[in-house]
């Protein structure tokens, strides 16, 4: 399965938690851009909320991305103001490596 461009018509950002520590050794943290790609973002029917059976987790959205190898889990997505918490990453079932799927979870992180 090939993803088409027009697909992918959503602007997001992605973003790392870093630590860094000054002259004096503070710790300090902050979330930094890593990169901003075309997606798909796709809100979560009630029905795949429900059958998704991850009423812990809250899995509100479904993300598609081109493939990146620098991608993780501990990262976050923002999307029209919106943070959103990396629940895991999906690769393609074909090769791995032409798109991730990401389900997301509505949230803030510190540090915004």
Same mark, same amino acid.
């Given at each position: 399965m090939s993803i088409g461009a027009g697909e992918l018509r959503h602007r997001v950002l992605i973003q790392q938690h870093v630590t860094t520590r000054d002259d004096d050794g503070v710790a300090h943290t902050a979330w930094t851009d890593v990169a901003t790609v075309w997606a798909s973002v796709e809100p979560l029917s009630?029905? /795949?909320f429900i059958q998704s059976g $991850?009423? $812990?987790a809250a899995i509100t959205a479904r993300i598609t991305i081109r493939y990146r190898a620098d991608l993780q889990a501990s990262m976050r997505i923002l999307h029209r103001g919106q943070v959103y918490n =990396?629940?895991?990453l999906l690769p393609d079932k074909v090769s791995g490596l032409e798109y991730i799927? =990401?389900?997301?979870?509505?949230?803030?992180? /510190?540090? $915004?």
């Amino acid at each position: 399965m090939s993803i088409g461009a027009g697909e992918l018509r959503h602007r997001v950002l992605i973003q790392q938690h870093v630590t860094t520590r000054d002259d004096d050794g503070v710790a300090h943290t902050a979330w930094t851009d890593v990169a901003t790609v075309w997606a798909s973002v796709e809100p979560l029917s009630a029905r /795949e909320f429900i059958q998704s059976g $991850q009423t $812990q987790a809250a899995i509100t959205a479904r993300i598609t991305i081109r493939y990146r190898a620098d991608l993780q889990a501990s990262m976050r997505i923002l999307h029209r103001g919106q943070v959103y918490n =990396i629940a895991g990453l999906l690769p393609d079932k074909v090769s791995g490596l032409e798109y991730i799927t =990401i389900p997301v979870s509505a949230g803030v992180n /510190e540090g $915004q």
